[in-house]
T-cell receptor
Framework: AQKVTQAQTEISVVEKEDVTLDCVYE???????LFWYKQPPSGELVFLIR??????QNEISGRYSWNFQKSTSSFNFTITASQVVDSAVYFC?????????????FGKGTKLTVNP | NAGVTQTPKFQVLKTGQSMTLQCAQD?????MSWYRQDPGMGLRLIHY???????DQGEVPNGYNVSRSTTEDFPLRLLSAAPSQTSVYFC?????????????FGEGSRLTVL
């Protein structure tokens, strides 16, 4: 099966804490892409990052960082010094090519609540 | 730049009624898709299109039809609504395609089927 598992359904932290959102994937493809999307309470879906399977370098963007490890099939997302505005549902997604179909398979999401 | 526009934002239907969710994008993206979001289920792909005149099924296509007569528009039709189709629907487009590209999402359409 080609799927994404986000084992943490909900996480609650206090502002300024660091928090890591886990993402584990399964795929048969040798070339694939991984994504993170954010869905704030307002409901829109916002792209955060894309990583291809050949690039295992970690990425940092401000308070956000991503750790991609092919050996453990994981693509974890860390927010440093969390803020209330980080409260959202975060989705990890995996690109899948199956029978000519191109699609993203999404995890079920992790709801992050950052309390003041 | 409007991006991806979905209408309506909210809709209530009775079982058996039909309706069309509209989706339009002004970014000249070839790839467009429809997802539904249900509590605890993430986002599931309904149908997608890699260009005008070309459509294909995703994970949960039953009960839905699509067409792609222009690059800009990708409407989703419910022919005979069922309560199981109560969901939030998102249209998305991408320049590079559904597999590799960043998806730009519309604001979503919340559909309730009674």
């Amino acid at each position: 099966a080609q799927k994404v598992t986000q084992a943490q359904t909900e996480i609650s932290v206090v502002e300024k804490e660091d928090v890591t959102l886990d993402c584990v994937y399964e795929t048969r493809d040798t070339t694939y892409y991984l994504f993170w999307y954010k869905q704030p309470p307002s409901g829109e879906l916002v792209f955060l990052i894309r990583r291809n399977s050949f690039d295992e370098q970690n990425e940092i963007s401000g308070r956000y960082s991503w750790n991609f490890q092919k050996s453990t099939s994981s693509f974890n997302f860390t927010i440093t010094a969390s803020q209330v505005v980080d409260s959202a549902v975060y989705f990890c997604a995996l690109s899948v090519t199956q029978g000519g179909s191109e699609k993203l398979v999404f995890g079920k999401g992790t709801k992050l609540t950052v309390n003041p | 730049n409007a991006g991806v526009t979905q209408t309506p934002k909210f809709q209530v239907l009775k079982t058996g009624q039909s309706m069309t969710l509209q989706c339009a994008q002004d970014m000249n993206h070839e790839y467009m898709s429809w997802y539904r979001q249900d509590p605890g289920m993430g986002l599931r792909l309904i149908h997608y299109s890699v260009g005008a005149g070309i459509t294909d099924q995703g994970e949960v296509p039953n009960g839905y039809n699509v067409s792609r007569s222009t690059t800009e528009d990708f409407p989703l039709r419910l022919l005979s609504a069922a309560p199981s189709q109560t969901s939030v629907y998102f249209c998305a487009s991408s320049y590079e395609g559904g597999r590799t590209g960043e998806l730009f999402f519309g604001e979503g359409s919340r559909l309730t089927v009674l």
